[in-house]
């Protein structure tokens, strides 16, 4: 009679069939511990032992026990990822103004088919674009299964794809692009019922992108003796507000640090 004993494959891919070579004879109990859970089998000794792919589905370090009549024997094997298969993608933030450096990143996670981790060196493709304009590209290696980029925020407002792709999967997410500060902003005051309405131009940003609705604009108006103050917010792309009238006042418009023309009430511009 041989002694029993068991041999354990030198490579192994998950998702993948393998065989463990046995020696001896007669029935042995079989113990497959693994990352993701145990077996056990009744086998009989001498004869191969198949191990289907969903037995060695998670990537990791396994040990296999071998009991008999005789000693028991222990062995441990390596499996390793297989292929890269699927992404998961984050991108940060989901909201963001214009023409920022270093403002909208992303990470890639790259998995095998088996929710394993993968490995391998695989290069991750992000790219970043807004409508019809050119899009901002790279490519990263993973390391550890993990790719990760920043890119600066595009000049033109609206919702820009932020799109990684690796071993033939790619998964999109949506970064909306808002407009930055407020430039060259600009009022126009005209006498009304209450005293006098105060409205800006459309609003929009140095690059001609149009503010958000709800942003404030601040109407002050000073005549040398008084002072008033009131918040508008946009609405439609303008800010409008009503002032008490005070003749030869002077009213001035502000939105965040940005300051606006000056109108002189009875004084022209």
Not at 237 to 243: D, Q, W
Request: hydrophobic letters at 40%.
């Amino acid at each position: 009679m041989f002694a029993q004993d068991l041999k354990a494959p030198d490579h192994a891919v998950a998702g993948t069939a393998l065989t463990l070579q046995t020696s001896g004879s007669g029935d042995a109990t079989l113990y497959l511990l693994g990352p993701a859970g145990a077996l056990k089998r009744t086998v009989k000794l001498g004869e191969p032992i198949e191990l289907k792919a969903e037995d060695v589905a998670a990537a990791g370090n396994y040990t296999v026990v071998l009991k008999g009549s005789g000693a028991g024997v222990t062995r441990a094997f390596n499996v390793a990822p297989a292929a890269p298969s699927k992404i998961v993608f984050l991108a940060r933030p989901s909201r963001v103004a214009i023409e920022q450096k270093n403002a909208v990143s992303g990470v890639a996670f790259v998995f095998d088919g088996y929710k394993n981790l993968s490995f391998a060196q695989t290069d991750v493709k992000f790219e970043l674009k807004v409508g019809d304009t050119a899009a901002a590209s790279r490519s990263v290696t993973a390391h550890n299964g993990i790719a990760w980029t920043r890119f600066d925020s595009p000049r033109r407002e609206g919702a820009a794809q932020f799109v990684a792709s690796a071993g033939g999967t790619s998964v999109r997410r949506v970064v909306q692009l808002t407009a930055a500060e407020p430039c060259n902003l600009r009022f126009r005051a005209q006498p009304s019922k209450h005293g006098v309405t105060v409205e800006t131009d459309p609003v929009r940003d140095c690059a001609g992108n149009p503010v958000p609705d709800g942003t404030i604009v601040t109407f002050i108006e000073n005549d040398g003796k008084t002072r008033s103050t009131i918040d508008a917010r946009i609405k439609r792309g303008v800010a409008r507000a009503e002032l008490p009238a005070a003749p030869n006042a002077t009213i001035s418009a502000a939105s965040g640090v940005v300051l606006g023309n000056e109108v002189r009430l009875g004084g022209g511009r």
